[in-house]
């Protein structure tokens, strides 16, 4: 595209990351996308640094990736990025400006603010894991049972009736005078003459404020004339139709931040202010105070923009000035009474300063509210002394405090607060995570969850379950349909009954949005198989599925974490190499290369021995009989010895004790309620009949072994009802009838309810390709609809026969199985 690029640097000049001007390499239209998505949120301030474009197989596709630091932020840019590119391609106008500044009012009105921020960075630096849940300050800490929430500089802990003795300024004011902590004196007033009545009750200058405001918002200070109260009164009405008058306490306005039972940071607060220079008014003054790129709107900045409202310009007044005033060099002119950072006021950190008393004097307010988190004001004239020598007094108790000041004080260094309210959340040592097992493969991966669930159950835990058939907290059943994905594991997680997590991770889900998860105790990966899913979403290798499924794997906790992988799978035993903790193998024959190494090392190894399951390693050997696991149906069904033994090692990673595992694996009953559509097993006059999901070549192959290990009097005949997948490769689908076609004497086909994408009749057409050298059947029927083609294979059933129905509708086909055996 000839002058595209020299077009595209003229309207975004900062666009480096294309290399210089001129150069040879060969870029992409796609690439040139990422750079501008990447750029453009870079131009605007967030922190980002990763993207990748990456082609597929198919001619003029990308795949392109681009960090963000906020979706909605993201999503954006790469709606400019595209704006960007289309103006570049017709030579027309772009406002770089308008788009960064589109870009930077989005980011921050959905970044955390700076209080919410500080709690979230200690919380990741101590590897507590946390999810955003509302678009505001809303957050929850770890996982399942031993998650926390905080809002704010709220948290979970925070007391609703703490809350509200702390928003009615009277009733704190009571109980702190009752605690013997000192308060000024006032009282509540109905009116703008109450008011004036009050003051003089009083005696000398007062402070008129909302009885239940917050910020600073209607407060004012220092008023000695009754046009200053009738005016305050009627700002503070404004905000709560509750005001309160109180004397007035003359001295500096502190800032106490405590946190449980400990004072953490204290500030100086000053109010707004602007000092004269003899050429400026003090609206520029203003401009020129608000210029600098701490100060923002709302509480997203260090410090808060000065405003030029009725009660700045009412203060101006007071004093004799207006906006465009030109103050004399060196005058100080106040805006505000009032030393809020959130109208525009500045902080001096003076924590290293509190004196012992006067940090006891704050915390016993705190407590006398029932605050776990508090800000606590006083009006004093220094904090050296102890509060009650210096005649000063704790004027207001805030519930969730901001914590701005405190961070990025104007003057003076900033506390580590968001750690403090950590460490007060959550002991030393706790990161507030459960015990999690992610489990992935091609074949066995729900059977293998439940497995592994069911020995948690055992153990006394409380699991959290995702398969591709639901959601189970408990054993119960609280979400339907495939729910192998990461918006089901952050559900489970999210769960406040939850105290260990099995997760089965599917492929899809992993390519759309990764994991759920940010790490893993245990990864477990059961097999790597021909047919799953190849050719979707460009994963078209046996290679680009295991990088895939090697996620959970490169992703278990550093050190302490253990990859579960199946030794016989070359694919899957690669996978140790990208495990950043140790590694337990399993496979059923002791001697496989990697077995034998393993062993001879010591090393953690679960294998078959005879009619055992055998955990060799570190010392240890255990036997676990094939009988005391009735899903293996005593040895016979060898891809179920394969998921026993996977959750074998799975439990035994997790620390949990060997009866606790007999119990677990032996009270498994695979079944059509625990395990729907897992080699559900039922005897149908005389006949067997197992209904399965199988639904790739690898599946269908491991049932024919299973179905062969089955006990089965001689004549007896074997039938199949089949479908096949419509988003599968031709190939995949044609392979499944190949292979059931030289172990099944009748075969009746039946099309699935959802073709995914084929046309009429498609999928049934290559399911008889795979037939015709069958060598075996000798019977192949046709039949539309599941239910229909299950009775039809079940009309013809003798005694001794056996029956494997390939499930596509899982509850409903068994519902309708259950119904036509309990009619026998």
Same mark, same amino acid.
């Given at each position: 595209?000839?002058?595209?690029?020299?077009?595209?640097?003229?309207?975004?000049?900062?666009?480096?990351?294309?290399?210089?001007?001129?150069?040879?390499? /060969?870029? #992409?239209? *796609? !690439?040139?996308? =990422?750079?501008?998505?990447?750029? $453009?949120? &870079?131009?605007?301030?967030?922190?980002? @640094?990763?993207?990748?474009?990456?082609?597929?197989?198919?001619?003029?596709?990308?795949?392109?990736?681009?960090?963000?630091?906020?979706?909605?932020?993201?999503?954006?840019?790469?709606?400019?990025?595209?704006?960007?590119?289309?103006?570049?391609?017709?030579?027309?106008?772009?406002?770089?400006?308008?788009?960064?500044?589109?870009?930077?009012?989005?980011?921050?009105?959905?970044?955390?603010?700076?209080?919410?921020?500080?709690?979230?960075?200690?919380?990741?630096?101590?590897?507590?894991?946390?999810?955003?849940?509302?678009?505001?300050?809303?957050?929850?800490?770890?996982?399942?049972?031993?998650?926390?929430?905080?809002?704010?500089?709220?948290?979970?802990?925070?007391?609703?009736? /703490?809350? #509200?003795? *702390? !928003?009615?300024? =009277?009733?704190?004011?009571?109980? $702190?005078? &009752?605690?013997?902590?000192?308060?000024? @004196?006032?009282?509540?007033?109905?009116?703008?003459?109450?008011?004036?009545?009050?003051?003089?009750?009083?005696?000398?200058?007062?402070?008129?404020?909302?009885?239940?405001?917050?910020?600073?918002?209607?407060?004012?200070?220092?008023?000695?004339?009754?046009?200053?109260?009738?005016?305050?009164?009627?700002?503070?009405?404004?905000?709560?139709?509750?005001?309160?008058?109180?004397?007035?306490?003359?001295?500096?306005?502190?800032?106490?931040?405590?946190?449980?039972?400990?004072?953490?940071?204290?500030?100086?607060?000053?109010?707004?202010?602007?000092?004269?220079?003899?050429?400026?008014?003090?609206?520029?003054?203003?401009?020129?105070?608000?210029?600098?790129?701490?100060?923002?709107?709302?509480?997203?900045?260090?410090?808060?923009?000065?405003?030029?409202?009725?009660?700045?310009? &009412?203060?101006?007044?007071?004093?004799?000035?207006?906006?465009?005033?030109?103050?004399?060099?060196?005058?100080?002119?106040?805006?505000?009474?009032?030393?809020?950072?959130?109208?525009?006021?500045?902080?001096?950190?003076?924590?290293?300063?509190?004196?012992?008393?006067?940090?006891?004097?704050?915390?016993?307010?705190?407590?006398?509210?029932?605050?776990?988190?508090?800000?606590?004001?006083?009006?004093?004239?220094?904090?050296?002394?102890?509060?009650?020598?210096?005649?000063?007094?704790?004027?207001?108790?805030?519930?969730?405090?901001?914590?701005?000041?405190?961070?990025?004080?104007?003057?003076?260094?900033?506390?580590?607060?968001?750690?403090?309210?950590?460490?007060?959340?959550?002991?030393?040592?706790?990161?507030?995570?459960?015990?999690?097992?992610?489990?992935?493969?091609?074949?066995?991966?729900?059977?293998?969850?439940?497995?592994?669930?069911?020995?948690?159950?055992?153990?006394?835990?409380?699991?959290?379950?995702?398969?591709?058939?639901?959601?189970?907290?408990?054993?119960?059943?609280?979400?339907?349909?495939?729910?192998?994905?990461?918006?089901?594991?952050?559900?489970?997680?999210?769960?406040?009954?939850?105290?260990?997590?099995?997760?089965?991770?599917?492929?899809?889900?992993?390519?759309?949005?990764?994991?759920?998860?940010?790490?893993?105790?245990?990864?477990?990966?059961?097999?790597?198989?021909?047919?799953?899913?190849?050719?979707?979403?460009?994963?078209?290798?046996?290679?680009?599925?295991?990088?895939?499924?090697?996620?959970?794997?490169?992703?278990?906790?550093?050190?302490?974490?253990?990859?579960?992988?199946?030794?016989?799978?070359?694919?899957?035993?690669?996978?140790?190499?990208?495990?950043?903790?140790?590694?337990?193998?399993?496979?059923?024959?002791?001697?496989?290369?990697?077995?034998?190494?393993?062993?001879?090392?010591?090393?953690?190894?679960?294998?078959?021995?005879?009619?055992?399951?055998?955990?060799?390693?570190?010392?240890?050997?255990?036997?676990?009989?094939?009988?005391?696991?009735?899903?293996?149906?005593?040895?016979?069904?060898?891809?179920?010895?394969?998921?026993?033994?996977?959750?074998?090692?799975?439990?035994?990673?997790?620390?949990?004790?060997?009866?606790?595992?007999?119990?677990?694996?032996?009270?498994?009953?695979?079944?059509?309620?625990?395990?729907?559509?897992?080699?559900?097993?039922?005897?149908?006059?005389?006949?067997?009949?197992?209904?399965?999901?199988?639904?790739?070549?690898?599946?269908?192959?491991?049932?024919?072994?299973?179905?062969?290990?089955?006990?089965?009097?001689?004549?007896?005949?074997?039938?199949?009802?089949?479908?096949?997948?419509?988003?599968?490769?031709?190939?995949?689908?044609?392979?499944?009838?190949?292979?059931?076609?030289?172990?099944?004497?009748?075969?009746?086909?039946?099309?699935?309810?959802?073709?995914?994408?084929?046309?009429?009749?498609?999928?049934?057409?290559?399911?008889?390709?795979?037939?015709?050298?069958?060598?075996?059947?000798?019977?192949?029927?046709?039949?539309?609809?599941?239910?229909?083609?299950?009775?039809?294979?079940?009309?013809?059933?003798?005694?001794?026969?056996?029956?494997?129905?390939?499930?596509?509708?899982?509850?409903?086909?068994?519902?309708?199985?259950?119904?036509?055996?309990?009619?026998?």
């Amino acid at each position: 595209m000839p002058g595209f690029e020299i077009r595209l640097r003229e309207r975004f000049p900062e666009l480096a990351m294309l290399g210089p001007a001129g150069h040879d390499e /060969a870029v #992409s239209m *796609a !690439q040139v996308l =990422e750079f501008a998505t990447l750029g $453009l949120q &870079a131009q605007a301030g967030c922190p980002v @640094t990763f993207s990748r474009t990456a082609q597929t197989l198919e001619t003029g596709i990308y795949q392109v990736v681009v960090e963000y630091s906020e979706e909605a932020v993201g999503r954006l840019a790469l709606e400019i990025a595209q704006d960007l590119c289309k103006a570049a391609v017709e030579d027309a106008s772009f406002d770089l400006a308008q788009a960064l500044d589109r870009l930077r009012e989005l980011d921050e009105d959905v970044r955390l603010g700076p209080s919410t921020g500080a709690i979230v960075y200690a919380a990741v630096a101590r590897n507590i894991p946390y999810r955003r849940l509302t678009e505001g300050s809303m957050v929850q800490f770890g996982w399942g049972s031993r998650q926390r929430r905080i809002q704010a500089a709220e948290t979970d802990r925070t007391s609703a009736v /703490a809350e #509200s003795i *702390a !928003q009615d300024k =009277e009733l704190s004011k009571i109980l $702190l005078h &009752a605690a013997g902590v000192p308060v000024p @004196t006032g009282r509540p007033v109905l009116s703008a003459e109450d008011a004036w009545a009050a003051a003089c009750e009083i005696g000398g200058a007062v402070v008129v404020k909302p009885q239940d405001g917050n910020q600073g918002k209607g407060v004012a200070v220092n008023l000695s004339s009754r046009e200053q109260i009738e005016a305050a009164y009627a700002i503070a009405y404004e905000v709560s139709d509750e005001v309160l008058v109180e004397r007035y306490l003359p001295g500096h306005d502190y800032r106490l931040l405590v946190i449980g039972d400990k004072l953490i940071a204290a500030a100086r607060r000053d109010p707004p202010l602007v000092i004269g220079d003899g050429v400026h008014s003090i609206r520029q003054l203003v401009e020129r105070v608000n210029s600098d790129p701490r100060r923002g709107e709302g509480h997203a900045t260090s410090l808060t923009r000065i405003r030029l409202d009725e009660v700045a310009l &009412a203060r101006l007044t007071s004093a004799g000035l207006t906006p465009e005033t030109v103050p004399a060099r060196g005058r100080r002119v106040v805006l505000r009474n009032n030393a809020n950072l959130s109208t525009g006021g500045t902080a001096t950190d003076v924590t290293d300063d509190v004196h012992p008393e006067f940090a006891a004097q704050a915390i016993a307010a705190a407590q006398t509210i029932g605050l776990d988190i508090a800000g606590v004001d006083v009006v004093c004239d220094g904090v050296l002394r102890p509060l009650e020598a210096q005649g000063g007094g704790i004027v207001e108790i805030n519930a969730a405090p901001g914590l701005r000041m405190h961070l990025q004080p104007s003057f003076g260094k900033g506390r580590a607060v968001g750690e403090a309210i950590i460490a007060n959340m959550f002991v030393a040592g706790d990161d507030a995570r459960i015990p999690l097992v992610a489990v992935a493969g091609t074949n066995g991966k729900t059977t293998t969850v439940r497995l592994i669930a069911s020995i948690l159950g055992q153990h006394g835990l409380r699991v959290g379950m995702t398969t591709t058939d639901g959601v189970y907290v408990e054993g119960r059943r609280i979400d339907t349909g495939d729910c192998s994905g990461p918006k089901s594991a952050k559900n489970v997680l999210l769960h406040p009954d939850v105290d260990a997590a099995v997760l089965e991770t599917a492929r899809g889900g992993v390519l759309r949005e990764g994991l759920g998860f940010d790490r893993c105790d245990v990864a477990v990966v059961t097999n790597i198989g021909l047919g799953d899913h190849l050719g979707l979403s460009y994963i078209s290798t046996v290679e680009d599925l295991s990088v895939v499924k090697r996620v959970i794997v490169q992703n278990v906790r550093p050190g302490t974490g253990v990859a579960v992988l199946n030794a016989a799978d070359p694919m899957v035993a690669r996978m140790a190499d990208s495990c950043p903790g140790s590694v337990t193998f399993f496979a059923c024959d002791r001697n496989h290369p990697v077995m034998a190494m393993r062993r001879a090392q010591r090393k953690r190894v679960v294998y078959r021995d005879g009619d055992s399951i055998v955990a060799s390693g570190g010392g240890v050997e255990h036997r676990i009989a094939l009988a005391e696991i009735p899903v293996t149906q005593n040895g016979a069904i060898g891809f179920q010895v394969e998921n026993a033994m996977a959750a074998t090692a799975a439990a035994w990673a997790l620390g949990i004790d060997w009866p606790t595992i007999h119990r677990g694996l032996g009270s498994f009953i695979n079944d059509a309620r625990t395990a729907p559509g897992r080699f559900n097993l039922f005897s149908y006059r005389g006949a067997t009949l197992i209904a399965d999901y199988g639904h790739n070549p690898d599946a269908i192959q491991a049932l024919v072994e299973a179905i062969d290990n089955l006990p089965s009097p001689p004549g007896s005949k074997r039938s199949v009802v089949i479908s096949g997948a419509g988003d599968r490769r031709d190939e995949d689908i044609r392979q499944q009838t190949e292979i059931l076609g030289d172990a099944f004497d009748r075969v009746v086909l039946y099309q699935d309810q959802c073709q995914r994408g084929r046309a009429d009749g498609e999928v049934l057409a290559l399911l008889h390709e795979g037939l015709k050298n069958a060598r075996r059947t000798s019977e192949v029927r046709e039949i539309r609809g599941e239910f229909i083609a299950i009775d039809s294979a079940l009309a013809e059933l003798q005694a001794g026969d056996t029956c494997l129905v390939l499930i596509d509708q899982i509850e409903e086909a068994l519902e309708h199985i259950t119904k036509r055996v309990a009619e026998g």
